[in-house]
């Protein structure tokens, strides 16, 4: 992405999702990505971003997001967590606890650090590229439906 010119809000609609898909960019980063009924007025259709997330919805074959900076402007616990979910590969799921094994200083038994694993998946800035839908048993920031048919595009 280049970050001189491709700051502002993109969005396309999305016939598999039944929404449109948004993306908020500012400095190279993505900030947000969301799923409205209706994208900002401001909206462009047109990003390279928005190429490969219709790629990947295409669901053809398997689409990775690694190479793409997240603004992550949550808390470190939280962003550990998030850090984590995003190795989790295409088409493969865990579980909160999982996720909280999987991430640096988090007890998989602990309660407290389940909660947290569920806060940070909840609070996902950008799902999709932050693949929250592949915890099987926490929350995910996208609406449900998304969700589901984000599961089920990946076999999941």
Do not use: C, K, W
């Not at 007025?41 to 790629?55: C, G, M, N, V, Y």
């Not at 919805?57 to 616990?77: I, K, Q, R, S």
């Amino acid at each position: 992405m280049d970050t001189q010119t491709d700051a502002g809000i993109y969005a396309r609609e999305s016939a598999y999702l039944e929404r449109f898909v948004q993306v908020g960019v500012a400095s190279g980063r993505v900030l947000r990505v969301s799923f409205p009924e209706r994208p900002e007025p401001e909206a462009s259709e047109d990003h390279p971003l928005l190429d490969r997330l219709f790629t990947y919805l295409d669901g053809v074959e398997p689409v990775g997001f690694e190479d793409v900076t997240v603004a992550l402007t949550l808390p470190t616990d939280r962003r550990g967590v998030l850090e984590a979910v995003r190795t989790l590969p295409y088409g493969e799921s865990a579980t909160v606890s999982g996720v909280a094994a999987m991430t640096a200083g988090l007890d998989a038994e602990t309660e407290a650090d389940l909660a947290l694993v569920r806060s940070a998946l909840a609070e996902n800035p950008a799902p999709i590229l932050i693949p929250d839908h592949r915890v099987r048993d926490g929350p995910s920031a996208a609406p449900p439906a998304v969700e589901q048919r984000l599961r089920s595009l990946e076999g999941l």
